[in-house]
Protein backbone atom coordinates (compact mmCIF):
# COMPACT_ATOMS: atom_id res chain seq x y z
CA UNK A 1 0.00 0.00 0.00
CA UNK A 2 1.34 3.66 -0.64
CA UNK A 3 0.84 4.77 2.62
CA UNK A 4 1.35 8.45 1.78
CA UNK A 5 -1.79 10.76 2.80
CA UNK A 6 -3.45 7.56 4.40
CA UNK A 7 -4.63 8.08 8.14
CA UNK A 8 -3.43 4.91 10.05
CA UNK A 9 -4.37 3.91 13.97
CA UNK A 10 -0.98 3.16 16.08
CA UNK A 11 -1.43 1.74 19.55
CA UNK A 12 1.66 1.49 21.95
CA UNK A 13 2.51 4.67 20.05
CA UNK A 14 4.92 6.37 22.61
CA UNK A 15 7.16 2.95 23.25
CA UNK A 16 10.28 2.76 21.98
CA UNK A 17 9.29 0.78 18.75
CA UNK A 18 6.34 2.91 18.73
CA UNK A 19 7.28 6.35 18.70
CA UNK A 20 9.86 5.60 16.11
CA UNK A 21 7.24 3.73 13.82
CA UNK A 22 5.40 6.92 14.42
CA UNK A 23 8.34 8.61 12.96
CA UNK A 24 9.10 6.45 10.05
CA UNK A 25 5.42 6.53 8.66
CA UNK A 26 5.23 10.21 8.71
CA UNK A 27 8.38 10.87 7.26
CA UNK A 28 6.66 9.03 4.44
CA UNK A 29 3.46 10.71 4.64
CA UNK A 30 1.67 8.94 6.43
CA UNK A 31 -1.00 11.07 8.99
CA UNK A 32 -1.32 9.32 12.42
CA UNK A 33 -3.89 8.13 15.22
CA UNK A 34 -1.67 8.05 18.26
CA UNK A 35 -3.11 6.18 20.71
CA UNK A 36 -1.52 5.70 24.12
CA UNK A 37 -2.21 5.92 27.80
CA UNK A 38 -0.76 9.30 28.46
CA UNK A 39 -1.92 12.32 27.09
CA UNK A 40 1.21 14.49 27.87
CA UNK A 41 3.42 11.93 25.81
CA UNK A 42 1.30 11.28 22.92
CA UNK A 43 0.97 15.06 22.57
CA UNK A 44 4.69 15.70 22.73
CA UNK A 45 4.91 12.84 20.61
CA UNK A 46 2.62 14.30 17.39
CA UNK A 47 4.74 17.49 17.99
CA UNK A 48 7.72 15.76 17.08
CA UNK A 49 6.40 14.76 13.69
CA UNK A 50 6.49 16.26 10.44
CA UNK A 51 3.39 17.98 9.57
CA UNK A 52 2.12 17.72 13.80
CA UNK A 53 -1.24 19.00 12.84
CA UNK A 54 -1.94 16.09 10.39
CA UNK A 55 -1.91 13.66 13.22
CA UNK A 56 -4.42 12.80 15.68
CA UNK A 57 -4.34 11.25 19.54
CA UNK A 58 -6.38 8.82 21.75
CA UNK A 59 -6.01 8.41 25.01
CA UNK A 60 -7.08 4.45 25.99
CA UNK A 61 -6.18 1.85 28.70
CA UNK A 62 -6.35 -1.02 26.14
CA UNK A 63 -6.81 -3.39 29.05
CA UNK A 64 -9.46 -2.33 29.85
CA UNK A 65 -13.22 -2.53 28.01
CA UNK A 66 -13.80 0.89 28.24
CA UNK A 67 -10.21 1.54 26.69
CA UNK A 68 -11.02 -0.95 23.67
CA UNK A 69 -14.39 0.80 23.15
CA UNK A 70 -13.14 4.44 23.21
CA UNK A 71 -10.75 3.37 20.19
CA UNK A 72 -13.97 2.14 18.73
CA UNK A 73 -16.13 5.01 18.89
CA UNK A 74 -13.70 7.53 18.08
CA UNK A 75 -12.72 5.69 14.77
CA UNK A 76 -16.44 5.18 13.93
CA UNK A 77 -17.11 8.75 14.70
CA UNK A 78 -14.27 9.94 12.76
CA UNK A 79 -15.46 7.65 9.98
CA UNK A 80 -18.46 9.64 10.21
CA UNK A 81 -17.04 12.57 9.89
CA UNK A 82 -15.58 12.38 6.63
CA UNK A 83 -12.21 10.51 7.35
CA UNK A 84 -11.23 8.09 5.96
CA UNK A 85 -8.87 5.32 7.48
CA UNK A 86 -6.93 2.96 5.77
CA UNK A 87 -4.42 0.82 8.70
CA UNK A 88 -4.70 -0.16 12.28
CA UNK A 89 -1.03 -0.99 13.33
CA UNK A 90 -1.25 -3.21 16.86
CA UNK A 91 1.44 -2.55 18.45
CA UNK A 92 0.92 -2.25 22.23
CA UNK A 93 2.55 -5.42 23.88
CA UNK A 94 4.35 -5.91 27.49
CA UNK A 95 5.81 -9.13 28.89
CA UNK A 96 7.67 -9.98 32.31
CA UNK A 97 11.17 -12.07 32.47
CA UNK A 98 9.94 -14.64 35.09
CA UNK A 99 9.01 -18.42 35.61
CA UNK A 100 5.88 -19.14 35.12
CA UNK A 101 5.35 -20.53 38.96
CA UNK A 102 6.57 -16.48 40.39
CA UNK A 103 4.37 -15.18 38.33
CA UNK A 104 0.28 -14.20 40.21
CA UNK A 105 -2.96 -14.85 38.13
CA UNK A 106 -3.68 -10.94 37.20
CA UNK A 107 -0.39 -10.47 35.63
CA UNK A 108 -0.55 -13.63 34.01
CA UNK A 109 -4.18 -12.72 32.25
CA UNK A 110 -3.23 -9.12 31.75
CA UNK A 111 -0.10 -9.68 29.41
CA UNK A 112 -1.98 -12.31 27.45
CA UNK A 113 -5.02 -9.84 27.12
CA UNK A 114 -2.68 -7.03 25.72
CA UNK A 115 -0.64 -9.18 23.28
CA UNK A 116 -3.42 -11.28 22.19
CA UNK A 117 -6.98 -10.48 22.87
CA UNK A 118 -6.57 -6.61 22.76
CA UNK A 119 -5.21 -6.95 18.84
CA UNK A 120 -8.02 -9.49 18.47
CA UNK A 121 -11.05 -7.38 19.53
CA UNK A 122 -9.35 -4.38 18.07
CA UNK A 123 -9.24 -6.27 14.72
CA UNK A 124 -12.82 -7.18 14.77
CA UNK A 125 -13.51 -3.40 15.34
CA UNK A 126 -11.27 -2.03 12.33
CA UNK A 127 -13.45 -4.56 10.21
CA UNK A 128 -16.05 -2.09 10.29
CA UNK A 129 -14.34 1.04 10.30
CA UNK A 130 -11.47 0.76 7.73
CA UNK A 131 -11.65 2.05 4.35
CA UNK A 132 -10.79 -0.56 1.40
CA UNK A 133 -8.15 -1.17 0.51
CA UNK A 134 -7.18 -1.34 4.21
CA UNK A 135 -4.00 -2.89 6.36
CA UNK A 136 -3.93 -4.41 10.02
CA UNK A 137 -0.48 -5.29 11.04
CA UNK A 138 0.18 -6.99 14.34
CA UNK A 139 3.39 -6.64 15.86
CA UNK A 140 4.57 -9.79 16.72
CA UNK A 141 7.48 -11.64 18.21
CA UNK A 142 10.12 -14.03 17.62
CA UNK A 143 9.10 -15.85 20.64
CA UNK A 144 5.85 -16.13 18.60
CA UNK A 145 7.56 -19.22 17.05
CA UNK A 146 10.10 -20.15 19.57
CA UNK A 147 9.06 -20.74 23.34
CA UNK A 148 12.00 -19.62 25.70
CA UNK A 149 12.08 -19.94 29.01
CA UNK A 150 11.05 -16.79 31.52
CA UNK A 151 8.98 -16.27 28.48
CA UNK A 152 5.97 -18.51 28.76
CA UNK A 153 2.92 -16.36 28.64
CA UNK A 154 4.51 -14.03 26.26
CA UNK A 155 5.53 -16.91 23.84
CA UNK A 156 1.43 -17.90 24.59
CA UNK A 157 0.53 -14.44 23.18
CA UNK A 158 2.53 -14.02 20.69
CA UNK A 159 1.98 -17.27 19.07
CA UNK A 160 -1.68 -16.66 19.17
CA UNK A 161 -1.10 -13.63 17.26
CA UNK A 162 0.85 -15.16 14.50
CA UNK A 163 -1.93 -17.47 13.94
CA UNK A 164 -4.45 -15.37 14.69
CA UNK A 165 -2.91 -13.05 11.64
CA UNK A 166 -2.93 -16.17 9.76
CA UNK A 167 -6.37 -17.04 10.17
CA UNK A 168 -7.98 -13.33 9.19
CA UNK A 169 -6.17 -12.67 6.13
CA UNK A 170 -7.29 -15.82 4.84
CA UNK A 171 -10.49 -15.32 6.19
CA UNK A 172 -11.02 -11.74 4.87
CA UNK A 173 -9.83 -12.60 1.36
CA UNK A 174 -10.81 -10.69 -1.55
CA UNK A 175 -12.60 -8.16 0.87
CA UNK A 176 -9.79 -5.65 0.42
CA UNK A 177 -8.07 -5.89 3.98
CA UNK A 178 -4.74 -7.53 4.51
CA UNK A 179 -3.23 -8.69 7.42
CA UNK A 180 -0.05 -8.52 8.34
CA UNK A 181 2.40 -10.00 10.66
CA UNK A 182 5.77 -8.72 12.36
CA UNK A 183 8.20 -10.75 14.08
CA UNK A 184 10.89 -8.21 15.87
CA UNK A 185 13.77 -10.02 17.34
CA UNK A 186 15.30 -8.38 20.70
CA UNK A 187 15.40 -4.14 20.08
CA UNK A 188 16.61 -2.02 22.27
CA UNK A 189 13.61 -0.07 24.25
CA UNK A 190 12.59 -0.24 27.61
CA UNK A 191 10.38 -2.94 27.32
CA UNK A 192 13.80 -4.87 28.47
CA UNK A 193 15.01 -4.87 31.83
CA UNK A 194 18.34 -4.42 32.86
CA UNK A 195 18.47 -7.53 33.34
CA UNK A 196 17.42 -8.93 30.29
CA UNK A 197 19.77 -6.71 28.70
CA UNK A 198 22.84 -8.19 30.85
CA UNK A 199 21.27 -11.54 29.57
CA UNK A 200 21.07 -10.98 26.28
CA UNK A 201 24.81 -9.43 26.13
CA UNK A 202 25.98 -12.30 27.55
CA UNK A 203 24.63 -14.63 25.57
CA UNK A 204 25.61 -12.79 22.61
CA UNK A 205 22.30 -12.14 21.07
CA UNK A 206 21.94 -9.27 18.93
CA UNK A 207 19.67 -6.53 19.70
CA UNK A 208 18.30 -4.30 17.05
CA UNK A 209 17.59 -0.55 17.31
CA UNK A 210 14.20 0.30 17.27
CA UNK A 211 14.14 2.84 14.22
CA UNK A 212 15.51 -0.22 12.02
CA UNK A 213 12.59 -2.34 13.31
CA UNK A 214 10.56 0.69 12.10
CA UNK A 215 12.06 1.03 8.89
CA UNK A 216 11.17 -2.99 8.35
CA UNK A 217 7.66 -2.17 9.45
CA UNK A 218 7.49 0.09 6.85
CA UNK A 219 8.36 -2.10 4.35
CA UNK A 220 5.90 -4.27 5.57
CA UNK A 221 2.94 -2.38 5.22
CA UNK A 222 4.04 -0.90 1.33
CA UNK A 223 5.04 -4.66 0.00
CA UNK A 224 1.89 -5.96 2.20
CA UNK A 225 4.33 -9.02 3.45
CA UNK A 226 2.09 -11.16 5.14
CA UNK A 227 4.62 -12.07 7.64
CA UNK A 228 8.09 -10.82 8.16
CA UNK A 229 10.69 -12.05 10.79
CA UNK A 230 13.44 -9.69 11.34
CA UNK A 231 17.28 -10.53 12.39
CA UNK A 232 19.89 -13.33 11.36
CA UNK A 233 20.35 -16.27 12.81
CA UNK A 234 16.71 -15.46 14.66
CA UNK A 235 14.71 -16.05 10.91
CA UNK A 236 16.72 -19.38 10.67
CA UNK A 237 15.57 -20.71 14.26
CA UNK A 238 12.36 -20.03 13.51
CA UNK A 239 12.23 -22.20 10.65
CA UNK A 240 14.63 -25.00 12.76
CA UNK A 241 12.12 -25.36 15.16
CA UNK A 242 9.23 -26.21 12.96
CA UNK A 243 10.88 -29.06 11.70
CA UNK A 244 13.24 -30.28 14.24
CA UNK A 245 12.11 -28.65 17.17
CA UNK A 246 14.70 -30.98 19.32
CA UNK A 247 17.30 -28.95 17.62
CA UNK A 248 16.19 -25.73 19.23
CA UNK A 249 16.01 -27.00 22.46
CA UNK A 250 19.08 -28.58 22.06
CA UNK A 251 20.57 -25.06 21.67
CA UNK A 252 18.62 -23.86 24.70
CA UNK A 253 19.92 -26.46 26.65
CA UNK A 254 23.10 -25.40 26.75
CA UNK A 255 21.66 -21.67 27.81
CA UNK A 256 19.80 -22.78 30.38
CA UNK A 257 22.34 -22.31 33.79
CA UNK A 258 22.66 -18.46 32.44
CA UNK A 259 19.11 -18.22 31.92
CA UNK A 260 18.36 -19.74 35.18
CA UNK A 261 20.96 -17.32 36.90
CA UNK A 262 19.52 -14.19 34.74
CA UNK A 263 15.93 -15.21 35.72
CA UNK A 264 16.89 -15.71 39.24
CA UNK A 265 18.18 -11.82 39.23
CA UNK A 266 14.94 -10.65 37.62
CA UNK A 267 12.30 -12.39 40.37
CA UNK A 268 14.30 -11.16 42.65
CA UNK A 269 14.05 -7.53 41.59
CA UNK A 270 10.43 -7.09 40.66
CA UNK A 271 9.57 -9.35 44.06
CA UNK A 272 7.22 -6.96 46.16
CA UNK A 273 9.60 -7.07 49.26
CA UNK A 274 12.37 -4.90 46.51
CA UNK A 275 9.55 -2.82 44.84
N1 LIG B 1 11.65 -4.57 22.67
C1 LIG B 1 11.79 -5.82 22.26
O1 LIG B 1 12.80 -6.50 22.55
C2 LIG B 1 10.72 -6.46 21.42
C3 LIG B 1 11.04 -7.63 20.70
C4 LIG B 1 10.08 -8.24 19.93
C5 LIG B 1 8.80 -7.70 19.88
N2 LIG B 1 8.49 -6.57 20.58
C6 LIG B 1 7.10 -6.06 20.51
O2 LIG B 1 7.11 -4.74 20.03
C7 LIG B 1 5.97 -4.03 20.54
C8 LIG B 1 6.44 -2.70 21.12
O3 LIG B 1 7.30 -2.97 22.21
P1 LIG B 1 8.39 -1.92 22.74
O4 LIG B 1 9.69 -2.61 22.75
O5 LIG B 1 8.27 -0.63 22.02
O6 LIG B 1 7.93 -1.78 24.24
P2 LIG B 1 7.74 -0.49 25.15
O7 LIG B 1 8.77 0.52 24.86
O8 LIG B 1 7.61 -1.01 26.54
O9 LIG B 1 6.33 0.08 24.66
C9 LIG B 1 5.16 -0.66 24.90
C10 LIG B 1 3.97 0.18 24.47
O10 LIG B 1 2.78 -0.56 24.79
C11 LIG B 1 1.88 0.33 25.41
N3 LIG B 1 1.02 -0.29 26.41
C12 LIG B 1 1.39 -1.10 27.44
N4 LIG B 1 0.30 -1.42 28.18
C13 LIG B 1 -0.75 -0.77 27.59
C14 LIG B 1 -2.14 -0.70 27.86
N5 LIG B 1 -2.69 -1.35 28.90
N6 LIG B 1 -2.93 0.07 27.06
C15 LIG B 1 -2.39 0.74 26.01
N7 LIG B 1 -1.09 0.68 25.68
C16 LIG B 1 -0.29 -0.06 26.47
C17 LIG B 1 2.73 1.36 26.13
O11 LIG B 1 1.91 2.50 26.24
P3 LIG B 1 2.24 3.75 27.20
O12 LIG B 1 3.10 4.63 26.35
O13 LIG B 1 0.91 4.32 27.48
O14 LIG B 1 2.97 3.19 28.39
C18 LIG B 1 3.91 1.53 25.19
O15 LIG B 1 3.65 2.54 24.27
C19 LIG B 1 5.33 -4.95 21.56
O16 LIG B 1 4.22 -5.59 20.97
C20 LIG B 1 6.43 -5.96 21.88
O17 LIG B 1 5.91 -7.19 22.30
C21 LIG B 1 9.43 -5.93 21.34
Given amino acids: MDINE ?9 GGIGSEIASVLAHAGANLILVGRNLSKLKALQLALPRETAHKTLVADLNTDAGIQSVHDRCQQWK ?4 VIHGLINNAGSNQFSRLNQRDAASISEEIHLNLTVPILLSQQAIQWLARPGLILNVGSTFSAIGYPGYTTYCA ?3 GLHRFSEALDRELDGTGIRVLYLAPRATDTA ?3 TTVNELNQHL ?3 VDPPKWVAEQLLLSLQQETPVRWLGWPEKLWVRVNQILPSAVAGAIRKQ ?3 IRQFLTKAEVHSSPEVL
Fill in 6 to 14: KYLVLTGAC
Fill in 80 to 83: TEGL
Fill in 157 to 159: GKA
Fill in 191 to 193: LNS
Fill in 204 to 206: GNQ
Fill in 256 to 258: SAT
